[in-house]
């Protein structure tokens, strides 16, 4: 590392400590010419692009995850440190397959397929906006193939929705 007082590039590291947030290294360096000085190390992190359903583009949000988890598990037994866990899951997921553009639909199904495991009424609640189911007949299609797939037997109907004989 160059010194800034007099450009030598014989510069030593005397002291080195995680930031607060945990993301960066802190260095306190001494030159050959008596000064200190500090410098800090983080990785570099590559941006991943969101390509949307319409083709635009725009930045990864983690946060739009995090909400459109939240709406969906709104007023479900789900602790906000399963939330997390799964934002992050998703977000190590998505960084882990290197790749500068991501589709928005890749990350909708990773979404899904963590809510399915977690709460299935937060399940068919976020796929019905992914998904954008248009009448009942979709939810309902979607409903049998989560019990389809759960292993859950179908729960009869109650008697006040049989029809009289």
Known sequence: MRC????????RVIDSRPTEDGRAIRRRRECDCGKRFTTY?????????????????????????????????????????????????????????????MSSAIIGE???????????VAYVRFASVYRQFTDVNTFISEIENLLKTSGKPE???SPAARPEK
């Open 155 to 157: 729960r009869a109907p």
């Open 4 to 11: 800034p007082f007099c450009e030598n590039n014989d510069t």
């Open 41 to 101: 190390e983080k990785v570099e992190e590559i941006p991943m692009i969101v390509v949307k359903k319409d083709g635009s583009r725009q930045a990864f949000d983690r946060n739009k995850i995090m909400n459109g988890i939240l709406k969906a598990c709104e007023k479900r037994p789900v602790p906000m440190a399963v939330i997390e866990k799964i934002v992050a899951e998703i977000e190590r997921g998505l960084n882990n397959m290197m790749e500068k553009e």
């Open 110 to 120: 990773l979404v899904m397929e963590q809510l399915k495991e977690i709460d299935e």
